[in-house]
């Protein structure tokens, strides 16, 4: 698939100083579904939702091999992009066998997440990339969650960052969201939907896309 989508709100194209732009952080052996989330979410957060907002997708490496195979071509490298002009930064997980840790692990991926947590930007993850956040040693004394299965090994990795493990779905620690696992995503997309605009044109988007609403037990459920 050559060139992820990146897109801007219509009404809005005559003010883009006012437009919130989201960095997508791409490793090799990300998982599709993470990714697309935020795509998608955010995608149609700038056809149909009331402030303009740019989803900029980029990789460490012009070819990305997905976790099940599919090849992508982001749109920018790493090196090609000045982090100031971002307001959020969205970091989908992938999976070790397909390379994942490689790139997520690596300097020039950690350094970004160390340069937007600096800013005080939002940054939002979904499952096991939180582990980056970890390492890049951001999420020391915050709130936080990870995929998490018996023998426990992502729990350890993230509690041994100096986060403190929270078993929901979806945890929110001042600027910095962590989820539990790819069916996570879109709701880690809206959430950072909302923390950029607002909770009403969140919640709009939702609603235009068909999202269903969650319950509380669903959020609150823990995975062992």
């Given at each position: 698939?050559?060139?992820l989508l990146h897109f801007m709100h219509s009404d809005n194209l005559l003010d883009e100083e006012s437009m919130k732009k989201v960095l997508m952080l791409i490793a090799n052996g990300v998982e599709p579904l993470?990714?697309?989330a935020f795509s998608d979410v955010l995608g149609w957060a700038a056809l149909v939702g009331d402030e303009a907002v740019e989803l900029i997708d980029v990789g460490l490496q012009p070819q990305i091999k997905t976790t099940f195979g599919l090849q992508l071509q982001p749109n920018y490298?790493?090196?090609?992009?000045?982090?100031?002009?971002?307001?959020?930064?969205?970091?989908?997980?992938?999976?070790?066998?397909?390379?994942?840790y490689n790139d997520a692990l690596s300097e020039s991926f950690l350094e970004v997440i160390r340069h937007f947590a600096a800013a005080g930007k939002i940054i939002a993850s979904v499952c096991v990339s939180a582990i980056a956040l970890g390492e890049a040693g951001v999420l020391t004394g915050k709130k936080a969650t990870t995929y998490h299965q018996l023998g426990g090994k992502r729990k350890?990795?993230?509690?041994?960052?100096?986060?403190?493990?929270?078993?929901?779905?979806?945890v929110v620690d001042d600027n910095i969201i962590t989820s539990t696992g790819?069916?996570?995503a879109i709701e880690v997309a809206l959430t950072l939907l909302e923390k950029i605009s607002t909770k009403n044109n969140a919640d709009n988007v939702r609603k235009i896309m068909r999202i269903p609403t969650l319950n509380t037990t669903w959020r609150q459920t823990a995975q062992v």
């Open positions: 698939m050559a060139g993470e990714l697309s490298l790493l090196a090609d992009l000045d982090l100031n002009d971002y307001d959020a930064l969205a970091v989908p997980g992938g999976m070790e066998p397909s390379g994942f350890h990795q993230l509690t041994a960052s100096g986060a403190i493990f929270i078993d929901q779905a979806v790819p069916g996570t």
